[in-house]
T-cell receptor
Framework: SAVISQKPSRDICQRGTSLTIQCQVD?????MFWYRQQPGQSLTLIATANQGSEATYESGFVIDKFPISRPNLTFSTLTVSNMSPEDSSIYLC??????????????FGPGTRLTVT | SQQGEEDPQALSIQEGENATMNCSYK?????LQWYRQNSGRGLVHLIL?????REKHSGRLRVTLDTSKKSSSLLITASRAADTASYFC???????????FGSGTRLSIRP
């Protein structure tokens, strides 16, 4: 299975500022994703991070608010821009399609707990 | 949007009992995955079952898939306090597609 790490693990930010979350996978993977999880809720997909091209965003999420980079097959970043208290959530990085697992199994990082004041 | 609905939303059982959680989905899938999430932590991958499979086992976990009913179940046998967590199903349409999460079941194991 792929091991995924995220930085920071948590942060408290002021409204109007931006935070960039980093995601590192210990092996090359085909696909990387970013999810958001509100307290007590299920996971909502923000976007698919495409290597070398623009991310594919889900309905309700836009690039200006959540710019994503994926410069190679093991690393991605998600920026939460111009934050408001409604952005307080857990943000999770996910990956699939590594060489050590099946192409269908999808693994998750530990999450970044963001609080916006 | 969520593809899957899980029931029950919450389940409390005595340690040692079996726990069964169900996941229903709306459209045909290629695979279905079950995850566990302890409070405030990341998701742990439990089992993946393909659409051409009917049952899979992993330790105390048993997953079934009924594509005709568009449903799956996760059975945890001989539950332990450490099984207390939220459990999610996630459905995938192909190897290249995103997976969509269900609403989750909160499982509590009473000592």
């Amino acid at each position: 299975s792929a091991v995924i790490s995220q930085k920071p693990s948590r942060d408290i930010c002021q409204r109007g500022t931006s935070l960039t979350i980093q995601c590192q996978v210990d092996s090359q993977v085909t696909m990387m994703f970013w999810y958001r999880q509100q307290p007590g809720q299920s996971l909502t997909l923000i976007a698919t991070a495409n290597q070398g091209s623009e991310a594919t965003y889900e309905s309700g999420f836009v690039i200006d608010k959540f710019p994503i980079s994926r410069p190679n097959l093991t690393f991605s970043t998600l920026t939460v821009s111009n934050m408001s208290p409604e952005d307080s959530s857990i943000y999770l990085c996910s990956a699939r399609g590594g060489t050590s697992g099946t192409r269908y199994e999808q693994y998750f990082g530990p999450g970044t707990r963001l609080t916006v004041t | 949007s969520q593809q899957g609905e899980e029931d029950p939303q919450a389940l409390s059982i005595q340690e040692g009992e079996n726990a069964t959680m169900n996941c229903s989905y709306k459209t045909s899938i290629n695979n279905l995955q079950w995850y566990r999430q302890n409070s405030g932590r990341g998701l742990v991958h439990l089992i993946l079952i393909r659409s051409n499979e009917r049952e899979k086992h992993s330790g105390r976990l048993r997953v079934t898939l009924d594509t005709s009913k568009k449903s799956s179940s996760l059975l945890i046998t001989a539950s332990r306090a450490a099984d207390t967590a939220s459990y999610f199903c996630a459905t995938g349409y192909s190897s290249a597609s995103k997976i969509i999460f269900g609403s989750g079941t909160r499982l509590s194991i009473r000592p």
